[in-house]
């Protein structure tokens, strides 16, 4: 059968995130840059979708291409190693640490950005003919994008930021669960379908990924956005990263590991097997007890019968 069960999957991931603390920084970096550059052009495409059909629910349905083949290729995001790698160093696997988990994550988000914001330039040529016209209304759409989700939230001061900071502790509650969805299946088939409709429910919900935000906001500001460099990192980018670790690592991954990782013993269990102790240490002090009655016994002394005087010679 395809299904993994939950125990063996959660083995998976600890397996999975152990594999990435001990990639090569290469390796890291390669697949880091090609998840976001995959991840940013399937953003590109939901937008297009989005502008073109009116339909934000069609963009939605569409976008979890991106993520369903990065993941078949191998390929990582930060968000799916921020609730894979932390299990390793809890199951003490050999050769993790919180530097080598805190190394995969830098390398990691430095080849999602590289990735995310090529795609970015690569979209600013198409959308303005090489810079050479005013942006198409996809174009214009994504600087409405990094607008309204920096300057936006900046409105609203600290109700704003405990918003921002909400939306992507769901989101990647959901990414990684996509993530983990993956594991549950041995056949591709299995693995697409479990991974589409998290990523789908994320997308349409305008929750904040940190790695699609890595091209939309780029994309912004090359387009002509009304908001800066700096409004990105601290209106948007820098709390969703956060927002992201804490949504995955507590809602998927220590949900998940301390359940079926490290599943404890139902109380029923443990009332039943306290019971069966209890009985065999009460039949073995039985025994012992009647193994020292029975050594006693054999160490007494024989009692004889007196053996009668000899009759006088008469």
């Known amino acids: 059968m395809s299904y993994v069960s939950p125990p063996d999957f959660v083995t998976k991931m600890v397996d999975a995130g152990h594999a990435k603390v001990l990639m090569s920084t290469r390796d890291t970096l390669i697949r880091a840059y090609m998840a976001g550059a995959i991840l940013a052009l399937a953003a590109a495409f939901a937008v297009t979708v989005t502008v073109q059909t009116g339909q ?3 963009g939605a349905l569409l976008f979890p291409v991106g993520f369903s083949l ?51 330039l690569m979209m600013g040529v198409i959308v303005t003919t090489g810079f050479a016209v005013e942006p198409d209304e996809v174009g214009q759409r994504l600087g409405e994008i990094g607008e309204s989700r920096t300057v936006g939230y900046a409105e609203f001061g600290g ?94 991954g220590l949900t998940l590991y301390a359940t079926h990782g490290r599943t404890r013993t139902s109380r029923r269990a443990q009332q039943v097997a306290e019971a069966e102790r209890a009985e065999t240490g009460l039949a073995e002090a039985q025994l012992a007890e009647a193994g020292q009655a029975a050594k006693a016994a054999v160490a007494a002394p024989t009692s004889e019968a007196p053996v009668p005087a000899a009759a006088g010679t008469r």
């Open 70 to 120: 990065l993941y078949l290729m191998g390929f990582d995001l930060l968000t799916g190693v921020f609730t894979l790698v932390p299990l390793a160093l809890l199951d003490k696997r050999r050769g993790v640490t919180v530097r080598s988990m805190l190394r995969n994550w830098g390398l990691v988000f430095l080849g999602n950005l590289g990735g995310a914001v090529t795609v970015a």
């Open 159 to 252: 109700a704003g930021m405990l918003t921002l900071f909400i939306r992507a502790v769901l989101c990647n509650w959901m990414v990684s669960t996509g993530v983990v969805a993956a594991m549950m299946s041995t056949s591709v088939s299995g693995k697409v379908i479990a991974m589409w409709m998290p990523i789908l429910l994320f997308f349409y919900m305008g929750f904040e990924h940190s790695i699609v935000n890595m091209f939309l906001f780029p994309s912004g500001l090359l387009l002509g956005g009304d908001f800066s460099l700096g409004d990105y990192l601290v209106w948007n980018e820098i709390p969703t990263v956060l927002g992201n670790l804490v949504g995955g690592l507590t809602f998927v």
């Open 56 to 58: 934000a629910v069609i």
